[in-house]
């Protein structure tokens, strides 16, 4: 029967493939079909999944040339086992026998008993000349970025380039969002420091705080909804949006219900928040944020699709809408590195055009004198600035309402966090009020 060790392998291996085939790398780990334990086996498993996929474009260089026979090729599986291998020998600090053994046995575990002398050959190849990574002049594979994405982002933020792919590939922090109906940063971080868990005061952000590695459901006062995981560039919304009690609120696009519950935690006495999305899974989500954070009141949940309005809106307007659109997730890849695999250039045009259709069809249900706030996790101005632009040339009681924040940059309109600035993932944030 096949080690623990093994069985981690194994189920890291497959997690890797199943993103080669087009899924996101969440889904892949939700239910791996090869049993490992939980605690320290399950947080293996994690580091070995993420970072494979991190550092794909790197590791598959140093495949290739570990290979006597470079043009060979394999199947996806013993391939992805093979990267699985060398992540541990470059990236962690596991004995190098123990890497190969493991690795070698988990060929068992996968089917491939046919490929154990080949993995057990590139490894050790790999062990003889550690420093092979350090002979590629091209930064994609150095960086472990797609080609097109490093020339978007040098095309967008040619000064901020190199600064944004080293942060796409760090491991970001634990980011928690402090449940200020309930109790206080400085009142929390004692509370973790009495648990043991070192943490500390995001640099921005009143209702930040940043930790190491912990499980979710350990942290303590999380089921009760003391305190939510949210990322410290993210909650700038309530700030931003600035609702009043007593007025409508829409957040249009809100699974899993974060930033909605954000707004609730700040703003007690609202007139209505209305969450909306587009599946009955994903509104399902909002109601269980909702439901942990003792605030299922506090919302109205509707499954509907934010384009057409028409199917769920009352009809009565809204003093302030958000506009979580949907896009690229560039802003967000250290925490989600498939993205790099999964997006295509042509993702962007098809988003845009979503993007476009969102503010067109959310902006008659706003108020005049409304606030209309547009957020991306993306920095791409394709998807931030250049359609926020396009939208106020074409809307005549459209205006912007600048406004600076202590990190990022000013994007005319907008403003931009850039990934690893104070710690932040990447976000872009326009607030746009309707003239009278």
């Not at 993995?119 to 350090?134: E, H, I, K, Q, W």
Request: proline share 7%; aromatic share 6%.
């Amino acid at each position: 029967m096949a080690s623990e060790a093994a069985r981690i392998r194994a189920a890291a291996t497959r997690a890797v493939v199943w993103v080669g085939q087009g899924h996101t790398l969440d889904r892949a780990l939700a239910k791996p079909p090869i049993p490992v334990g939980e605690g320290r086996g399950r947080a293996l498993l994690q580091e070995l999944a993420y970072g494979v996929v991190r550092w794909r474009r790197l590791l598959d260089h140093l495949y290739r040339r570990c290979l006597s026979a470079p043009g060979r090729t394999l199947d996806e599986t013993a391939h992805a086992l093979i990267l699985v291998g060398l992540y541990q020998l470059k990236f962690l600090r596991v004995a190098p026998h123990a890497a190969v053994s493991e690795t070698v046995a988990a060929a068992d575990c996968l089917g491939r008993s046919w490929a154990k002398p080949l993995v057990n050959a590139v490894l050790r190849r790999y062990l003889r000349d550690p420093g092979m990574a350090r002979e590629s002049r091209t930064q994609g594979v150095r960086e472990s970025h797609p080609d097109w994405l490093i020339e978007a982002f040098a095309k967008d933020w040619p000064s901020w380039r190199d600064e944004i792919l080293r942060a796409g590939n760090e491991i970001p922090p634990l980011a928690l969002r402090v449940n200020v109906r309930r109790t206080s940063r400085d009142a929390y971080l004692k509370r973790l420091d009495l648990a043991g868990i070192k943490a500390s005061a995001a640099a921005h952000g009143p209702d930040a705080i940043l930790a190491g590695p912990h499980p979710v459901r350990e942290i303590p006062g999380f089921p009760e909804g003391d305190v939510s995981v949210q990322d410290a560039g993210a909650q700038w919304v309530p700030l931003l949006l600035d609702p009043r009690p007593g007025e409508r609120v829409l957040d249009a696009c809100a699974a899993p219900g974060g930033k909605t519950a954000h707004i609730a935690e700040h703003t007690p006495a609202l007139g209505a928040l209305i969450a909306v999305d587009i599946t009955p899974e994903r509104a399902a989500l909002i109601e269980d944020t909702f439901a942990r954070l003792g605030l299922a009141e506090a919302v109205r949940v509707h499954r509907g699709d934010a384009t057409t309005p028409g199917d769920w809106w009352d009809g009565e307007r809204f003093h302030r809408i958000l506009v979580d659109a949907p896009c690229s997730g560039t802003g967000v890849i250290r925490r989600h590195p498939d993205i790099k695999w999964l997006r295509r250039p042509d993702d962007l045009g098809r988003l845009r055009i979503l993007q476009e259709q969102l503010l067109r069809s959310l902006w008659p249900l706003l108020a005049p004198g409304g606030t209309l706030l547009y957020v991306t996790c993306s920095v791409l101005h394709a998807e931030n600035r250049e359609v926020v632009g396009a939208f106020l040339k074409g809307m005549t009681d459209a205006q912007e309402v600048p406004f600076t924040l202590p990190v990022g940059h000013a994007c005319n309109p907008g403003w931009q966090i850039l990934p690893g600035e104070e710690q932040m993932d990447g976000f872009y944030y326009a607030r746009l009020r309707k003239v009278d």
